[in-house]
């Protein structure tokens, strides 16, 4: 198992006792990660994450960083592959199975604006067809880093933003943990910030009970919605209501 180029995405299968079953590298020249990955109903699995490659394991495309969703079948095998580009570029962090496919979320480049990210959001059909895609965003950066499947056959992604107008009234300051829930067309049915007045991290979620979910993130801040910093930053969770 060699490697293919400057950073290659990697998925190891191991069994209930932790022995490796297969190992697998995918990639082109340039660099290339996985974030996450599903199983998939005939025993393989769908990974998702990012490539900047155009050669190799990956498909031909453009210059910019691009999401990508690597299907593979039950020895490891590339089955398809599908690069995403949302906006104008962007990376995969999390996917989430649903009726008919999967919803996968993480940023896409903004090209109103320099340096602006939005949170992005897309349905893929089990073969990997886009179905619909949908960003959010404000004045600044937006990244969602985990989305789930809710009880109520929704979706609910979390992440950061940086932005002050997204809800000014809620708006703690720099970095706040962004929670977003969307109806099954990705249809915003509400939005929430939480944090502090300095910067939340990477986040993610789980829903408790239904309607009630768990968000799980660092956090440098000691007012807003968090009480009792230890140190320059803690691990942090918080429950909230959608």
């Known amino acids: 198992m060699g490697a293919k180029g400057m950073n290659d995405a990697w998925v190891i299968k191991i069994d209930g006792q932790w022995n490796k079953i297969w190992s697998k590298?995918?990639?082109?020249?340039?660099?290339?990660?996985?974030?996450?990955?599903?199983?998939?109903?005939?025993?393989?699995?769908?990974?998702?994450?990012?490539?900047?490659?155009?050669?190799?394991?990956?498909l031909p495309g453009n210059n910019t960083t691009k999401g990508w969703a690597v299907k593979l079948d039950k020895n490891g095998n590339m089955e398809w592959q599908k690069l995403y580009n949302g906006l104008d570029g962007g990376e995969i962090r999390s996917i989430a199975k649903t009726t008919g496919g999967y919803v996968l979320a993480g940023h896409t480049n903004n090209p109103v604006g320099q340096?602006?990210?939005?949170?992005?959001?897309?349905?893929?059909?089990?073969?990997?067809?886009?179905?619909?895609?949908?960003?959010?965003?404000?004045?600044?950066?937006?990244?969602?880093?985990?989305?789930?499947?809710?009880?109520?056959?929704?979706?609910?992604a979390v992440g950061i933003t940086g932005s002050d107008d997204i809800d000014p009234?809620?708006?703690?300051?720099?970095?706040?943990a962004l929670a977003v829930k969307v109806d099954e067309n990705g249809n915003l049915l509400g939005k929430k910030l939480m944090g502090g007045s300095l910067n939340e991290y990477r986040a993610n979620v789980t829903e408790v009970i239904p309607g009630k979910y768990l968000l799980i993130s660092t956090t440098e801040s000691n007012d807003g919605d968090i009480v009792g910093l230890h140190d320059a930053s803690d691990a942090w969770l918080l429950p909230f209501l959608f």
């Not at 599903?38 to 490539?51: E, F, K, Q, R």
């Open 115 to 156: 340096n602006k990210i939005d949170a992005w959001m897309f349905k893929i059909s089990e073969t990997g067809a886009l179905l619909w895609e949908k960003t959010f965003g404000g004045d600044s950066r937006q990244i969602f880093d985990a989305v789930i499947a809710t009880s109520d056959n929704n979706f609910v």
């Open 25 to 58: 590298l995918f990639g082109g020249s340039s660099s290339e990660q996985f974030e996450d990955v599903v199983s998939t109903p005939d025993g393989g699995c769908l990974a998702i994450g990012s490539t900047q490659s155009k050669d190799g394991d990956v």
């Open 169 to 176: 009234s809620t708006y703690h300051g720099k970095d706040d």
